[in-house]
């Protein structure tokens, strides 16, 4: 029996064999998955309808599940306003450095082999898409 409250077995499996360094994405339902994603990511799919669990919640377990490093956004062309999720993401990531990447330089970082675990969520949100990196596990934790 876990006492974490994250129970997902896929999830957990990712993260368990994930390491400082490896790389977590959190997708919104637009997300092309099955082909911007890394090799050696293990896809999770809780797209079960549009908006019915959205990155925010997922964000918020994996949070308080592992140490994240830093963070990358995609954010639309300039000119365009930030996105809500974007603003929404550097709240709850508190002084986590967070790097906004545009569009295809995004699809480029998440295609990349670091990335453990891609986590695909019904968020309908335009621009939703999050990629954290693990950090170190502080001592005595």
Do not use: C, W
């Amino acid at each position: 029996m876990l006492l974490t409250e994250l129970i997902h077995p896929g999830l957990l499996e990712a993260l368990a064999g994930a390491g400082h360094g490896a790389r977590v994405l959190l997708t919104d339902g637009h997300y092309p998955a099955s082909t911007a994603v890394g090799p050696n990511a293990r896809i999770v799919h809780l797209n079960v309808a549009p908006g019915l669990l959205d990155v925010p919640p997922v964000l918020d377990v994996l949070l308080r599940t592992i140490p994240v490093e830093s963070a990358q956004v995609m954010v639309p062309p300039k000119g365009e306003p930030e996105p809500a999720a974007i603003a929404d993401y550097r709240a709850r990531l508190g002084g986590v450095p967070v790097e906004e990447l545009d569009r295809y330089a995004f699809y480029d970082a998440a295609r990349t082999p670091d990335v453990a675990l891609a986590v695909v969520t019904a968020d309908t949100r335009t621009y939703a898409n999050l990629l954290l990196t693990i950090g170190v596990r502080a001592a005595g934790l």
